[in-house]
């Protein structure tokens, strides 16, 4: 990834579209910008294997595989051996499918495919935890969930900017990932804890996960471009 500017390598993109063609095209603009294109549910659903395959042979990126699985252990470990066969890097699962479903997640990826563990969805607040029967806060529950993955060999992690200092302080070599990254002055959408690229860098994130600012944008390549360039200023001299 040498032909990537700087900053780009920590910036993924979410092709957060419904149609593999358009979530292509999108991608292939991006791609001197961003080092990792995001495929979701959205185009895994509908294509399968085939949406990371395509998206990694034309931008020649790696591919952070958003699926987010919750299963018992031997069918989430065979669904990670799938994900590894169609060519991701990285791949979500849920904290939450327990301390077994996520060792078997880390034995069956091997050194290839990087893990990432969701601890609380940021759509969930207080009263839906309580409801769920865990009556603590969401810091208190995401801490929890965090060391259950740490434990099993999860070391990496989606967070919010705002919880990156405090992981980071309680694992350094995690491997954290931003999304709710929003530029200075972009609409907030439906993320609640936002950050702008420099503060979730500042905070130590690693990487940056992106959406519709960049989908959006009139012009995404500009828009992934800005980003970078604004990754690399926070990031310092390298
Ligand atoms: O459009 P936006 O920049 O908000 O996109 C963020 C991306 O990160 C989406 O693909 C979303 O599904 C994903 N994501 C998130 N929050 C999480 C986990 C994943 O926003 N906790």
Known sequence: ???????????????????????????ERVAPFAGVMKVGLELFVRYGPRAVTEVRE?????????????????????AVTSA??????????HAGGGRTMLEAATRAAGADLQILAVTVLTSLDARDLAELGA??????????????AWAAGVRGFITSAAEV?????RQPTSYLVTPGIRPTGGAAGD???????AS?????????????PIRDAADPAL?????????ALASGPA
């Open 200 to 212: 979730a860098v500042a905070a130590g994130s690693d990487l940056l996960v992106v959406g519709r």
């Open 1 to 27: 990834m040498t032909d990537l500017p700087k900053g780009a390598d920590r910036l993924a993109v979410a092709l957060d579209l419904p149609d593999l063609d358009d979530a292509l095209r999108l991608a």
């Open 135 to 148: 009556g603590e806060s969401v810091e208190v529950h995401a801490k929890r969930l965090f060391d259950c």
């Open 191 to 197: 993320q609640k804890r936002i950050a702008t690229p």
């Open 58 to 78: 034309r931008t020649k990126r790696r591919v952070f595989l958003d699926l987010k699985l919750h299963d018992i252990p031997e069918t989430v470990e065979r």
């Open 84 to 93: 590894k066969a169609s060519g991701a890097s990285l791949l979500t699962v």
């Open 165 to 169: 200092a405090s992981l980071r302080s």
């Open 223 to 231: 828009a992934a471009r800005e980003i970078a360039a604004e990754i």
